[in-house]
Structure formats: structure tokens, C-alpha cells
């Protein structure tokens, strides 16, 4: 990685910024640039899936993830000028802390003329044992 600023982060951000879903789940972009993207979703009792345990709704994790996998193919060397998921496959490798906020990190590995592939994962508090792990496909579209 370079130390030169990522001409595509900053409009990568505002995009993002300006989702109402991004905002109504107060997610933010932690860092991003260069086909990674890290971001993060504070804990809230709206997102609970479950009252008796008070887990943040798998779903929530999922939108996390799918926004922070398109983020990072936004802000690839060779991204495209908008992107859309085509698949996204997530494991859920255990629950999440209650009261603890996910951060998601996702990094663009692969790029052809018409599709880019994602990793990423999800973890809480306890970055050592991620929430949930995923790899996805997202459309590439080069012009307008």
C-alpha cells in the first residue's frame, strides 16, 4: 500500500454516508481505500434479534457486511463506478456479545471486467473469534 491518498475513498465515503439504511443502523466508515474497507455498527436495542439475549439481529450483521464487501470494491485500483451484489454467502460462526457494537472488514481480492470478489468478516469486541465470516460476488460497471 502507498502512502498516496485513494481518489476513490472519499466519494466511496459520502456515498455510503448518505444512505438512509447506512444511517438508520448508524453505520460508519472506519477506514477505507485501496479495495478494503473497515466499518462499524454501535450496538442498539433496534437492531436485537432476540429480547431474551439481547444479540444484535443476524440481518443487521449481514447489511453491515454486504455494505463494507460493496465499499471495498468501490475503492479498488480498478473498481467500477457503481456496484451491485450478486451473491453474498455468510457463516455465522457464533453470536454476537450483547451491548457490543460489529465491525466489519472487507477487502476486494479479484477483479475481472464484469465481476469482483469479496471477503470479509464481522467481529464484536472479541476480534480473535470473528461473529460471522463471508465472500461475496458484486457487479462491475466501468461506464455510465
Given at each position: 500500500?502507498?502512502?498516496?491518498?485513494?481518489?476513490?475513498?472519499?466519494?466511496?465515503?459520502?456515498?455510503?454516508?448518505?444512505?438512509?439504511?447506512?444511517?438508520?443502523?448508524?453505520?460508519?466508515?472506519?477506514?477505507?481505500?485501496?479495495?478494503?474497507?473497515?466499518?462499524?455498527?454501535?450496538?442498539?436495542?433496534?437492531?436485537?434479534?432476540?429480547?431474551?439475549?439481547?444479540?444484535?439481529?443476524?440481518?443487521?450483521?449481514?447489511?453491515?457486511?454486504?455494505?463494507?464487501?460493496?465499499?471495498?470494491?468501490?475503492?479498488?485500483?480498478?473498481?467500477?463506478?457503481?456496484?451491485?451484489?450478486?451473491?453474498?454467502?455468510?457463516?455465522?460462526?457464533?453470536?454476537?456479545?450483547?451491548?457490543?457494537?460489529?465491525?466489519?472488514?472487507?477487502?476486494?481480492?479479484?477483479?475481472?471486467?464484469?465481476?469482483?470478489?469479496?471477503?470479509?468478516?464481522a467481529t464484536d469486541d472479541d476480534t480473535e473469534n470473528p461473529v460471522a465470516a463471508a465472500t461475496g460476488a458484486f457487479t462491475v460497471t466501468t461506464s455510465s
Amino acid at each position: 500500500m502507498t502512502d498516496t491518498p485513494d481518489p476513490r475513498a472519499e466519494t466511496a465515503r459520502q456515498f455510503i454516508e448518505a444512505l438512509p439504511h447506512c444511517k438508520a443502523l448508524a453505520m460508519e466508515v472506519v477506514e477505507i481505500g485501496y479495495g478494503r474497507a473497515v466499518m462499524s455498527m454501535p450496538w442498539d436495542e433496534k437492531l436485537v434479534g432476540d429480547p431474551g439475549t439481547g444479540v444484535i439481529h443476524g440481518g443487521a450483521v449481514s447489511s453491515l457486511m454486504d455494505t463494507c464487501g460493496g465499499t471495498a470494491v468501490m475503492t479498488h485500483p480498478n473498481g467500477p463506478l457503481t456496484t451491485a451484489t450478486l451473491d453474498l454467502r455468510i457463516d455465522y460462526m457464533r453470536p454476537a456479545t450483547p451491548g457490543q457494537g460489529i465491525t466489519a472488514t472487507a477487502t476486494c481480492y479479484h477483479m475481472t471486467r464484469t465481476v469482483a470478489f469479496v471477503r470479509a468478516v464481522a467481529t464484536d469486541d472479541d476480534t480473535e473469534n470473528p461473529v460471522a465470516a463471508a465472500t461475496g460476488a458484486f457487479t462491475v460497471t466501468t461506464s455510465s
